[in-house]
């Protein structure tokens, strides 16, 4: 069976041979596997067969990118949202945003038509490559992107966002209302140029630890109505589709079903989302991506990784409705031969 059969049974509610298989290393988890055996040349996309693939257009205000200062250790950067931007050389880590070109309902207005589609956010020979790299493997192919609060705090940075959410709706939702529309062009042009998808990978960090970043009710205003927008479009065209959305975000679960999402990913452990009270409560409707807990899996005792891959994929899969990650991305204290073990217990429980 191929990965896009798998993730099609997965996304449709039905039982495949296995679960599929995807997970996000860090870059500095990559270098550590290197050394510890991960062939040369070859990436872990590769070794360990992950199952999807996807083109991401360019969603960004296209500011020029800037280098600002570099030293040894970091380099400041302004990028292509106008942000000005630390990021570390030498380890992975949140890139710290120090400054914003836009702060104010003025310099949206300013800088707004920066956030009109054209045919050039597309690299249309790459995106045919990477298309056809994975119908040629059997890969579920995706059109991705961004939106809503996720693709906001990088261009207003999150204290902006939620004063303007509180203060200045107007503002809040014409930015959250372009940005949403960005999206809905970006698939239009790209499925209008004959680009045959699977499915959508949707980015909108929307929780924390606690819970989500904003109240339900600010979800139900501001949110609701883009995705609601994009998972119909998706629709029109037979697609279903996947959100990513870190933190906490059990109280929005009701809204998305509502607004038409497909499945949810990736279930972080640490902020405190259940997979199995997900799958209890929502999974004769919604399809769950992760869930796994990566802190376990840099655990010292190998029965730890094996009891939280055994009691969650039995029970996730169940009914189908489930695919295989990590409750967010793989940390470079998770060695080679511990990763080899996950992805060798992910295909034993995960068998049908």
Known sequence: MT?????????????????????????????RWQREGLPEGVSPVEHFGFELAGYWPDLTTRFPDEIIEETDEYFLMRNNWGALVKNWKHQTSVPHMTGFTIQTRKDWEEHKHRMVWDSGRVNWEEAARVRDQARAQGKWFHFTGAFGYNWLILLVGDENLLMAMASEPEWAQDMYDTCGQLLCDALEDMVGHGFEFDGCFIYDDMGYRGGPLFSPAMFRKYEFPNHQRFYQLAQAYGLKTILHSCGNVTALVPGLIEAGLSGLQPLEV????????????????????GGIDARKMAHPEPAVIEAEIATKVTAAKRGGGYIFHSDHSIPDDVSFAQYSRVVELARKYGAY
């Open 3 to 31: 990965s896009q059969e798998r993730i099609n049974l997965a996304l449709d509610h039905r039982e495949a041979d296995r679960v599929a298989i995807q997970d996000a290393p860090w870059s500095t988890t990559i270098e």
């Open 270 to 289: 640490k902020a405190g989302m259940d997979l199995l009270q997900l799958k209890r409560d929502y999974g004769e409707v919604l399809s769950f991506m």
